[in-house]
Nanobody, 114 residues
Framework: QVQLVESGGGLVQAGGSLRLSCAAS????????MGWYRQAPGEQRELVAS???????YYVDFVKGRFTISRDNAKNTVYLQMNKLKPEDTALYYC????????WGQGTQVTVSS
């Protein structure tokens, strides 16, 4: 079973940066697309960015130019570099892996103060 462990969340002021990491427990992580979702209180979970096994990224419009997703297949790890953070980026950020089913991490909190 694939396990995903996120780290790197925290409290930052608007305009600041954070880097999230997600380590997959199984070697299959390098063969699958991975990504990041987020969920703010009272809101639905939404896609932020994804990256194919070959490294092709996809971003939703509201993070383009600010966030960068990358992966290190040798470490079965995906990263999300978040720059120019805004208060509206405050949410619980979840790592995901698309396999036969979609796997989820436990989430890491990102709080951006104004």
């Amino acid at each position: 079973q694939v396990q995903l462990v996120e780290s790197g969340g925290g409290l930052v002021q608007a305009g600041g940066s954070l880097r999230l990491s997600c380590a997959a427990s199984a070697s299959t992580g390098s063969l699958n697309a991975m990504g990041w979702y987020r969920q703010a209180p009272g809101e639905q979970r939404e896609l932020v960015a994804s990256i194919s096994s070959g490294g092709s990224p996809y971003y939703v419009d509201f993070v383009k130019g600010r966030f960068t997703i990358s992966r290190d297949n040798a470490k079965n790890t995906v990263y999300l570099q978040m720059n120019k953070l805004k208060p509206e980026d405050t949410a619980l950020y979840y790592c995901t892996l698309w396999g036969r089913s979609q796997h989820w991490g436990q989430g890491t909190q990102v709080t951006v103060s104004s």
